[in-house]
């Protein structure tokens, strides 16, 4: 079982930047893909940015090409998204998710609560 707790979102002016974090609980984080997914008020929830668990390989959706940037440090269990030159349409809540692979003992996908962001025009 992981469990996922983000922070880092808040109220930011366009062309601001934000740092989100998420801190992983369990076994085996290293061993997981982690993805940054967000839902904007009426919509549905969207795909933003990956990173693989066997050599850091990332994606991105196109939206955000070249202005966010997601990492992950293993040692302390924590992805990040460095989201730069923000925009309105970001506004959303943001959550990070755990994929279990070959390398995990589990076999589920592992969601956080989420966390919001808010980029004023």
């Known amino acids: 079982q992981v469990q996922l707790v983000e922070s880092g979102g808040g109220l930011v002016q366009a062309g601001g930047s934000l740092r989100l974090s998420c801190v992983a609980s369990?076994?085996?984080?290293?061993?997981?893909?982690m993805d940054w997914f967000r839902q904007a008020p009426g919509k549905e929830r969207e795909f933003v940015a990956t990173i693989s668990w066997r050599g850091g390989g990332t994606s991105y959706a196109d939206s955000v090409k070249g202005r966010f940037t997601i990492s992950r440090d293993n040692a302390k269990n924590t992805v990040y998204l460095q989201m730069n030159s923000l925009k309105p349409e970001d506004t959303a809540v943001y959550y990070c998710?755990?994929?279990?692979?070959?390398?995990?003992?589990?076999?589920?996908?592992?969601w956080g609560q989420g966390t919001q962001v808010t980029v004023s025009s």
């Open positions: 998710k755990a994929v279990s692979t070959i390398a995990t003992k589990t076999s589920g996908d592992y």
């Open positions: 369990g076994p085996s984080f290293s061993g997981y893909n």
